[in-house]
C-alpha cells in the first residue's frame, strides 16, 4: 500500500517559527519572574536528548505507558470503529505508538497514521522508519504546532478520528490551559471521534523528583539545551556553567517544576534581540510545569472540556494512566 510522509514547514511557517521564537524569548526573560516555555526544548538536539531521557530509570513514565500499551492495545484498538485514523500529538520517535500501530494493522482493513510533532527532523525520521517497518500503513507527518496540524487532519475526510496524546505531555498546560485545550478539540472531532489520552498520576516526591533530576544529568543537559538554543539561533552568550538545572515538586499543585538557575549575578548579552538580561544570584528562570493528576481531578478535566472517560488503562502500580475519551453527546 502506498505510504506518504510530509514532515515539511514552508519558507513562511519557519519564518513565523523563528520569528515566535524571538519574541517569547524576549517576553520571556524580561518579565518577572522569567520564563522560556517548554515548547522550545524540542529543536533537534533537544528531542534527541528526550529520547535518553525516556530510557533512565529514574523516568518511569515511558516504562509504565509501555507497560499498559504491550499489555492492552487490542483492546484499546477494538474499541475504535474500523479504519479509525490515527492521529498523534507529539510524536517523537513515535516509539511506543508502534505498540498500538502494530494492533491496528492487524484490525483494519486501512491504517492511516498521521503523527505531529514541532520537530521536523524527529518527524522525517521516524515517519521514514515507520514505512519501511510497516509497508502497508499510511503515513502522513506533519511538522507544527498542534492546532494547525488537526486543523488540517480532521478536515481531510470523513472517517472516524482518534487523536492520541501519549506521554503525558499535557501535564505541562495548567489545569486550566488542558481545560481549553481539550475544549477546543470537542469543538472540532465529531461524535464517532475519540481522544487516548496519557496522563500521569499524583504519587510521593521521591519518585517524582528523580525522574526530572537524574543522577546521569540528562534531564538538567535537556534544560540547558534551552539556553544553547539561544546562543545558536539568536546569538546569546549564556555561559552554560552559570546556570544550572532544579526541578522540584509543588506538592500543593500538584505539579514539577523546572527551573535553570543563575549561579552569580550577571549581565547575559542576546546580540539579535538587541538586548542584555540582568540576573541575580540564584535567580530563577522557569521553564516548565509537569502536573499530575487525581482520579477527580481527570474527572473534572474531562468533564469541563465536554468528553467522558469511557475507559482508563492503569500500569501494575497505579502510577500512570491511559485513557479514553468521547465526546459527551455520543455517549448513550
Known sequence: ??????????????????????????????QYPKRLSSVYFYDERGSQIFEQICDLEEYYLTRKETEILKRSARTIIGGMPDNTHLIELGSGSSTKTRILLEAALGQFELTRYSPI????EMLAKSAKALTKRFPRLQVEAL??????????FLKQDDTPNCIMWLGSSIGNLTRQEATSFLSEIHQNI??????????DLRKDADILEPAYDDAAGVTAAFNLNLL????????????LDQFHHQAVYNDKEGRIEMYLVSDRDQEVCIRDLDTSITFKKNEKILTEYSYKYSRSELETLTELSGFQLTKQWLDDQGWF?????KPKDSVV
Open 1 to 30: 500500500m502506498d505510504t506518504l510522509a510530509q514532515p515539511l514547514i514552508s519558507k513562511t511557517q519557519a519564518y513565523e517559527k523563528q520569528a515566535r521564537f524571538q519574541n517569547d524569548v524576549l517576553s520571556g526573560l524580561q
Open 117 to 120: 510533532d514541532i520537530s521536523a
Open 143 to 152: 511538522a507544527g504546532r498542534y492546532e494547525a496540524g488537526l486543523a488540517h
Open 190 to 199: 465529531d461524535p464517532r471521534d475519540s481522544l487516548l489520552l496519557g496522563i
Open 228 to 239: 544553547v538554543r539561544i546562543n545558536t539561533e539568536l546569538s546569546g552568550q549564556f555561559q
Open 321 to 325: 494512566s491511559l485513557n479514553f475519551l
